[in-house]
């Protein structure tokens, strides 16, 4: 199965409000990253994690640094420009490796 | 610095014919990464360097695929006969250690095999 179990699949907000998004993973894992696919293609790095929390501007993440299996992406006060497709990707434990195993994505549309 | 970039942004083959992409990772960095996006198997790891040496090609189809790193400045992606199922967008990331690190991508090459 999956090793990496992102949800919603999609999500529709209103502008101004409030959501989180989260990957579960079903070993331990080293480190997790969150991007943003936008309408082009391209893939925006929002935040890398080892541990603990990061906060950046109304988008904050976490990883679970105890058991290493979840991470979560919180937007706060929703805008239209927030709207775009959000992945999780994680790094094994083991060896030092870059590669990363994606979740399948939350297609997020913010709306007026 | 101008982020990881990959030519061409498109590219339309026929079936059987041979596809070559191209990835220029940024400045600096020792890792490069390709990856492979399809809406049904979604973004898969296909293969990385680190410092020119391949590392890992663990999600490389066995046959007709194949990746060079032949200096620090670029990465090419060869894939021979390409067949119909190949269409997918390939993506290039690089990080600089090519360790647990954030990892930069490319805007993609959009492959479709007609």
């Known amino acids: 199965g999956d090793q990496v179990e992102q949800s919603p699949s999609a999500l529709s907000l209103h502008e101004g409000t409030d959501s989180a998004l989260r990957c579960n993973f079903t070993t331990t894992m080293r480190s997790v990253q969150w991007f943003r696919q936008n309408s082009r293609g391209s893939l925006i790095s929002l935040f890398y994690l080892a541990s603990g929390t990061k906060e950046n501007g109304r988008l904050k993440s976490a990883f679970d640094s105890k058991e290493r299996r979840y991470s979560t992406l919180h937007i706060r006060d929703a805008q239209l420009e927030d709207s775009g497709t959000y992945f999780c990707?994680?790094?094994?434990?083991?060896?030092?490796?870059?590669?990363?195993?994606f979740g399948h994505g939350t297609i997020l549309r913010v709306h007026p | 610095n101008a982020g990881v970039i990959q030519t061409p942004r498109h590219k339309v083959t026929g079936k059987g014919q041979e596809a070559t992409l191209w990835c220029e990772p940024i400045s600096g960095h020792s890792a490069v990464f390709w990856y492979r996006q399809t809406i049904v198997q979604g973004l898969e790891f296909l293969t990385y360097f680190r410092n020119q040496a391949p590392i890992d090609d663990s999600g490389m189809p066995k046959e007709r695929f194949s990746a060079q790193m032949p200096n620090q400045s670029h990465s090419t992606l060869k894939i021979q006969s390409t067949q119909p199922q190949d269409s997918a967008v390939y993506l290039c990331?690089?990080?600089?250690?090519?360790?647990?690190?954030?990892?930069?991508f490319g805007s993609g090459t959009r492959l479709t095999v007609l």
């Open positions: 990707a994680a790094a094994h434990t083991g060896a030092n490796t870059g590669k990363l195993t």
């Open positions: 990331a690089s990080s600089s250690q090519g360790g647990a690190e954030t990892l930069y």
